[in-house]
């Protein structure tokens, strides 16, 4: 594209997102700022719609732009803004993220990246592989057990298990009294791997009740469900461009209770830096065309250990979005870590 290809796309991007309408030749030439013809401005939108970048609703004369237009705008022609004061204050104003709970703070973000952007907000909790300093198992019916793990730093963790085998009350309390026993202090982890070995050793059933217990406590993905905190799924439903394909939206609701795959959305975010961008169906997890998603690492420490990001429209305004999901990244850090005396950071 050249210069004034690019400035046309730029502008036809940012009047959508502004208005939610197609827009015309008129519009584009008198918001652009460029004296050109109007025919000179159709023709130019020709060939941005031959290039797949823009697309013209059949029952509008206008065009809107595609997923690959908003990728073009987001990637070269949207400007990085320092976060202004206003909206610093408006995040701040809705923080009210809890110290303490772990689980608290992740689920208050989610709640405030919705209310924030009026979309959805979704935050991956870390993966646990922190020290236990207590555990317990309640049996609650036949092959379903209750493990009850108590973090070092206070967290408490529920999971249901379901074992091959049935085993009595007294069979689990020895269990714990083992685990508690041997192990108390150790990173999870820490325990699945030396229990490997004892089980090679003892084979017995009771030690491979406790290798499934904590495997259960680490965050393998059938505990997905509880890692992936949801909030304003129903915002959606408020969204010009979603309401009138319900067949969509049945999907997406489909798609939000199965919560694991954001998992694999989530998991890749958090191996980079930074606040990222999936646009349409790039994102493999959430495919519809429709739908954008923003995401950011947080930290504990320093240590990258989650996502967090909120999902709307891919008509939505990126700059806004981008600037809520990187400053809540970095409240939810400051909330999660500590100094080395124990007090928040």
Do not use: C
Request: hydrophobic share 40%; glycine share 8%.
């Amino acid at each position: 594209m050249d210069e004034r290809s690019r400035l046309l796309l730029k502008t036809l991007v940012e009047r959508y997102i502004a208005d939610g309408q197609p827009v015309g030749s008129r519009t584009l030439s008198k918001a652009s700022g460029l004296e050109l013809s109007p025919a000179t401005i159709r023709n130019v939108m020709a060939d941005l719609e031959e290039m797949g970048l823009i697309t013209s609703p059949h029952t509008s004369a206008g065009r809107i732009p595609t997923p690959r237009g908003y990728r073009i705008f987001v990637d070269t022609m949207l400007t990085a803004h320092t976060a202004n004061e206003r909206l610093v204050a408006e995040v701040q104003r809705n923080a009210g993220l809890p110290s303490g709970q772990p689980k608290q703070v992740l689920s208050g973000a989610a709640h405030m990246l919705s209310e924030l952007s009026h979309f959805v907000g979704v935050v991956m909790a870390p993966r646990h592989n922190t020290a236990f300093r207590h555990i317990e198992f309640l049996r609650l019916a036949a092959r379903r057990i209750l493990v009850i793990i108590v973090a070092t730093d206070g967290d408490v963790q529920n999971r249901i298990i379901h074992t091959a085998n049935d085993y009595n009350q007294s069979e689990l309390a020895e269990a714990a009294n083992y685990l508690n026993s041997n192990f108390t202090g150790q990173a999870l982890d820490t325990v699945r791997h030396q229990l490997a070995g004892e089980i090679e050793v003892l084979r017995g059933e009771i030690v491979e009740l406790m290798r499934s217990a904590v495997e259960a406590s680490t965050g393998s993905d059938n505990q997905a469900e509880e890692q992936v905190m949801v909030s304003g799924e129903r915002n959606l439903l408020q969204v010009s461009d979603l309401a009138g394909d319900l067949e969509s939206l049945r999907k997406l609701f489909d798609l939000f209770e199965q919560k694991t795959q954001w998992l694999q959305l989530l998991d890749v975010s958090d191996k980079a830096e930074g606040v990222r961008i999936f646009i349409g169906g790039e994102s493999h997890v959430v495919p519809f065309e429709e739908l954008s998603v923003v995401t950011a690492p947080y930290e504990v420490n320093g240590q990258i250990v989650g996502t967090l990001g909120v999902i709307g429209p891919t008509r939505m305004a990126y700059d806004r979005m981008i600037q809520i999901v990187d400053i809540t990244s970095r409240l939810v850090s400051n909330a999660l870590s500590y100094k080395p005396d124990g007090s928040d950071a």
